[in-house]
């Protein structure tokens, strides 16, 4: 933090104060074993999801109302998971691993 801080705190200064504000709530991560980190790290599936539904908001700067806009962000997330079949890397331990961390009741098999 404190090399980050140095290299990059005078372009973004707002961010070393708010790492060290949060540290415990930014660290928890961590405390996961290798396989749930890495279905964490990898999977991006909020970035795309947040990517698929500027594409569709974007070009339209207006909607007519509220609805409008649910109707375009609902048919597009169901587009998108139509799409989605992508199977997840390595699921089987990192599933195996949810099981141990959080317990069969709250994890769904």
Do not use: C
Not at 9 to 34: A, C, E, M, Q
């Amino acid at each position: 933090l404190a090399e980050f801080e140095q290299n990059w705190g005078g372009k973004y200064p707002h961010i070393g104060p708010s790492w060290r504000n949060n540290w415990t709530r930014l660290t928890v991560f961590f405390d996961y074993p290798p396989e749930i980190r890495k279905i964490i790290y990898t999977t991006n599936a909020i970035e795309s999801l947040n990517a698929s539904l500027q594409k569709v908001l974007k070009p339209k700067k207006a909607f007519p109302n509220d609805e409008a806009i649910l109707k375009v962000l609902y048919l597009t997330l169901h587009r998108i998971a139509e799409k989605w079949t992508m199977p997840v890397h390595d699921w089987k331990a990192a599933l195996n691993q949810l099981l141990i961390v959080f317990g069969e009741d709250r994890v769904k098999v």
